[in-house]
């Protein structure tokens, strides 16, 4: 399918999740049992004086297939925070259109995972945030940005195709995992 289609499939089902988590009507829709913690800094892209929430960890969830909230109380779920999946069975994970940023180690060793989404909004994700996923097979840009691996210790940027949902996915996993990735 038409990456435009997927985005605009994507931003329809945002506006109604958003509609119904507002609503109270949410209940099911994403996965509850996920730790949260509050969030700032840069973060804080959307306004300065509030807080927001990463997603921190697994608690008591029933789904192996993660679907992160667009909200939580009212503030936006903004980051997986580093390390928040690290060693866990989950399978595939849905990040909302309010996601900014994927931390280090986030999915680190997630050998069960073979599938995330990256929404347009995503403008980094930390070192080996899919280190170690060795049944990863799709990563799935939601933007037609330019995206680069950038060294961790001399902050030196190549540029990288992220077209390929397959080919990124094994190179995330492997070759990439000691660079963290930002989009220009």
């Given at each position: 399918m038409n990456k435009k289609y997927l985005r605009l499939?994507?931003?329809i089902l945002t506006v109604i999740c958003t509609m119904l988590v507002l609503s109270g009507c949410a209940e099911g829709?994403?996965?509850?049992?996920?730790?949260?913690r509050e969030t700032g800094g840069i973060d804080n892209v959307i306004r300065g004086d509030e807080?927001?929430?990463?997603?921190?960890?697994l608690g008591e969830v029933q789904s192996k297939d993660i679907i992160v909230p667009i909200m939580r109380t009212g503030r936006y779920v903004v980051r997986i925070s580093g390390e928040a999946f690290k060693d866990t069975d989950i399978k595939s994970v849905t990040l909302p259109e309010s996601m900014l940023g994927i931390?280090?180690?986030?999915f680190k060793d997630c050998t069960s995972l073979r599938s995330i989404n990256i929404p347009p909004q995503v403008f980094y994700i930390g070192e080996g945030a899919f280190e170690g996923c060795t049944s990863l097979t799709s990563v799935a840009f939601e933007d037609d940005y330019v995206?680069?691996?950038e060294d961790v210790e001399t902050s030196e940027r190549t540029r990288i195709d992220v077209t390929n949902d397959r080919e990124i996915a094994t190179k995330l996993a492997g070759e990439y995992a000691a660079y963290r990735l930002v989009k220009e």
């Amino acid at each position: 399918m038409n990456k435009k289609y997927l985005r605009l499939i994507s931003i329809i089902l945002t506006v109604i999740c958003t509609m119904l988590v507002l609503s109270g009507c949410a209940e099911g829709l994403y996965t509850s049992g996920l730790k949260y913690r509050e969030t700032g800094g840069i973060d804080n892209v959307i306004r300065g004086d509030e807080y927001y929430y990463a997603v921190s960890g697994l608690g008591e969830v029933q789904s192996k297939d993660i679907i992160v909230p667009i909200m939580r109380t009212g503030r936006y779920v903004v980051r997986i925070s580093g390390e928040a999946f690290k060693d866990t069975d989950i399978k595939s994970v849905t990040l909302p259109e309010s996601m900014l940023g994927i931390g280090s180690r986030a999915f680190k060793d997630c050998t069960s995972l073979r599938s995330i989404n990256i929404p347009p909004q995503v403008f980094y994700i930390g070192e080996g945030a899919f280190e170690g996923c060795t049944s990863l097979t799709s990563v799935a840009f939601e933007d037609d940005y330019v995206w680069y691996i950038e060294d961790v210790e001399t902050s030196e940027r190549t540029r990288i195709d992220v077209t390929n949902d397959r080919e990124i996915a094994t190179k995330l996993a492997g070759e990439y995992a000691a660079y963290r990735l930002v989009k220009e």
